[in-house]
């Protein structure tokens, strides 16, 4: 499958903020961190890699007050608007992931976004199978993200396939400070390469639900659970990325649209447009009281063949 017609190119801009030291004090602010696989409900990847994460800004609304500033930082906006060719920007989320040596994060897309559909009332699965059939464009909220790194450690590069699977891909990588890449990632395929030696990677079954990323002393980190320190890392160890992500909005009669509810999705059309599909191919779904959450109802869909 290659990449869809209107995929934005991506786009590398920087320096990104003017004191990126201010940025590093913000992420040892918001210490400690807890792990991926227990911040984000939407992690597909392995559980109990030591990829640690917070989110700082979420629906605008400042978790973080120190991170406020760079929620709002203007070469943001300019690089969204620039990338998507949109009129209107609207910063919904900041984030900060905090990688130590690790292997490989898999390919993957971010979770799609539609009108009427917010993820906080439909299963992360039932999105992404929304978002694969290539039913649901009508409805699909076009997401800017920028990914700002601070790494200068041993690899952690960014991978990406712009042009689709079957083409090359395309790497960012170290050292990359205060260096930001624009793109559409809940649709370009991308993924973290390897970070570190392995030798300096955890033994699998170290980490667990309870296990928090703490600052240490020279600028260092600290991985403990409960009272137990289980490893020390030097600064330059810790791969630093700030996910930042924005509604690109193409014009005034989008914004209106998104805006005023006038065609949102619900639960009946997203289930009728499924099942339409599904008899085209000779399939038929289960029935559903809930298609937003019903696990055997999302598995059926999940396996037809996009459009």
Same mark, same amino acid.
């Given at each position: 499958?290659?990449?869809?017609?209107?995929?934005?190119?991506?786009?590398?801009?920087?320096?990104?903020?003017?004191?990126?030291?201010?940025?590093?004090?913000?992420?040892?602010?918001?210490?400690?961190?807890?792990?991926?696989?227990?911040?984000?409900?939407?992690? /597909?990847?392995?559980?109990?890699? !030591?990829?640690?994460?917070?989110?700082?800004?979420?629906?605008?609304?400042?978790?973080?007050?120190?991170?406020?500033?760079?929620?709002?930082?203007?070469?943001?906006?300019?690089?969204?608007?620039?990338?998507?060719?949109?009129?209107?920007?609207?910063?919904?989320?900041?984030?900060?992931?905090?990688? /130590?040596?690790?292997?490989?994060?898999?390919?993957?897309?971010?979770?799609?976004?539609?009108?009427?559909?917010?993820?906080?009332?439909?299963?992360?699965?039932?999105?992404?199978?929304?978002?694969?059939?290539?039913?649901?464009?009508?409805?699909?909220?076009?997401?800017?993200?920028?990914?700002?790194?601070?790494?200068?450690?041993?690899?952690?590069?960014?991978?990406?396939?712009?042009?689709? !699977?079957?083409?090359?891909?395309?790497?960012?990588?170290?050292?990359?400070?205060?260096?930001?890449?624009?793109?559409?990632?809940?649709?370009?395929?991308?993924?973290?390469?390897?970070?570190?030696?392995?030798?300096?990677?955890?033994?699998?079954?170290?980490?667990?639900?309870?296990?928090?990323?703490?600052?240490?002393?020279?600028?260092?980190?600290?991985?403990?659970?409960?009272?137990?320190?289980?490893?020390?890392?030097? /600064?330059?160890?810790?791969?630093?990325?700030?996910?930042?992500?924005?509604?690109?909005?193409?014009?005034?009669?989008?914004?209106?649209?998104?805006?005023?509810?006038?065609?949102?999705?619900?639960?009946?059309?997203?289930?009728?447009?499924? /099942?339409?599909?599904?008899?085209?191919?000779?399939?038929?779904?289960? !029935?559903?009281?809930? !298609?937003?959450?019903?696990?055997?109802?999302?598995?059926?869909?999940?396996?037809?063949?996009?459009?």
């Amino acid at each position: 499958m290659g990449p869809r017609p209107d995929l934005p190119k991506p786009l590398r801009f920087g320096p990104v903020f003017d004191d990126p030291e201010a940025v590093l004090r913000c992420v040892r602010a918001g210490s400690p961190y807890r792990l991926q696989s227990v911040v984000d409900r939407t992690y /597909a990847g392995e559980e109990y890699t !030591p990829w640690f994460k917070a989110y700082w800004v979420v629906s605008g609304k400042p978790l973080l007050p120190e991170a406020e500033p760079l929620f709002r930082e203007p070469r943001l906006l300019e690089a969204a608007a620039q990338c998507f060719g949109a009129e209107i920007i609207r910063p919904q989320v900041l984030m900060v992931n905090l990688q /130590a040596p690790m292997p490989a994060s898999a390919v993957h897309l971010d979770m799609p976004h539609f009108r009427g559909a917010p993820a906080r009332t439909h299963a992360p699965e039932l999105l992404y199978a929304m978002g694969r059939s290539g039913l649901f464009e009508r409805w699909a909220i076009r997401i800017a993200s920028a990914l700002v790194w601070f790494h200068r450690g041993i690899g952690g590069a960014f991978e990406c396939w712009p042009e689709g !699977p079957e083409r090359a891909s395309q790497l960012e990588a170290p050292p990359l400070w205060n260096v930001g890449l624009l793109a559409d990632n809940d649709r370009m395929l991308h993924r973290t390469q390897e970070i570190g030696p392995p030798e300096a990677r955890l033994p699998h079954g170290v980490l667990r639900d309870s296990s928090e990323l703490h600052t240490a002393d020279e600028g260092g980190w600290k991985i403990r659970d409960g009272g137990a320190l289980l490893r020390r890392y030097p /600064a330059e160890q810790l791969r630093i990325s700030l996910l930042w992500k924005a509604h690109a909005l193409a014009d005034a009669e989008e914004a209106r649209v998104l805006d005023s509810g006038s065609d949102d999705l619900d639960p009946q059309r997203i289930e009728t447009i499924f /099942a339409q599909h599904a008899r085209e191919h000779g399939v038929a779904l289960p !029935p559903t009281d809930d !298609p937003r959450t019903d696990p055997d109802w999302i598995h059926a869909v999940a396996a037809l063949p996009p459009m």
